[in-house]
Antibody, heavy 118, light 107 residues
Framework: EVQLVESGGGLVQPGGSLRLSCAAS????????MNWVRQAPGKGLEWVSY????????YYADSVKGRFTISRDNAKNSLYLQMNSLRAEDTAVYYC???????????WGQGTLVTVSS | EIVMTQSPATLSVSPGERATLSCRAS??????LAWYQQKPGQAPRLLIY???TRATGIPARFSGSGSGTEFTLTISSLQSEDFAVYYC?????????FGGGTKVEIK
């Protein structure tokens, strides 16, 4: 069974940093591309970042470019999102999601809540 | 950037009735369009990919159609568990983009 478990969310002050993790199991993690997708409270889904299976190709949404860094450790079956210079508008549930070869998402974690507030 | 627009924002339907949801792309995304269902407090679930292919385990009452810029998700006979928010997503171009969602509520 595919499982994606996010952790690392919490309350952080504006300008602060947070590192999210996603532990993957039930599939060959190193063979799959991954996304981070977020959802602000009461709002829709917003794609945040993508990383290829090897980590050699990375994309970011303009809203987070230069502030967020996606990475992965295939030996540990883990995906990460380093978030710096956080803003109130980054407040959201952050989902880790498995990407198929055609770039749609087939499995999602349950999400971790990030709240940016003073 | 491709903008995805869903309509209506809210759809009120009685159980057993048909629901038709629309998704429009600001430029062609070919058939690279997926639909997701999200219930309150839960993660999204993949329903349809390639505009019309049902994901594993998705009931046949869910069907998708369209290509290019106009897409439709049809739920042929709404069941109680189908009341949720539905999102379309294009994966033809970067950045990946989601529509704003359609909430299907009980009439």
């Amino acid at each position: 069974e595919v499982q994606l478990v996010e952790s690392g969310g919490g309350l952080v002050q504006p300008g602060g940093s947070l590192r999210l993790s996603c532990a993957a199991s039930g599939f060959t993690f190193s063979s799959y591309e991954m996304n981070w997708v977020r959802q602000a409270p009461g709002k829709g889904l917003e794609w945040v970042s993508y990383i290829s299976s090897s980590g050699s190709t990375i994309y970011y949404a303009d809203s987070v470019k230069g502030r967020f860094t996606i990475s992965r450790d295939n030996a540990k079956n883990s995906l990460y999102l380093q978030m710096n210079s956080l803003r109130a508008e980054d407040t959201a549930v952050y989902y880790c999601a498995r990407v198929t070869g055609w770039l749609f998402t087939d499995y999602w974690g349950q999400g971790t809540l990030v709240t940016v507030s003073s | 950037e491709i903008v995805m627009t869903q309509s209506p924002a809210t759809l009120s339907v009685s159980p057993g009735e048909r629901a038709t949801l629309s998704c429009r792309a600001s430029q062609s995304v070919s058939s690279n369009l997926a639909w997701y269902q999200q219930k309150p407090g839960q993660a999204p679930r993949l329903l349809i990919y390639g505009a019309s292919t049902r994901a594993t385990g998705i009931p046949a009452r869910f069907s998708g159609s369209g290509s290019g810029t106009e897409f439709t998700l049809t739920i042929s006979s709404l069941q109680s568990e189908d009341f949720a928010v539905y999102y379309c997503q294009q994966y033809n171009n970067w950045p990946l983009g989601f529509g704003g969602g359609t909430k299907v509520e009980i009439k």
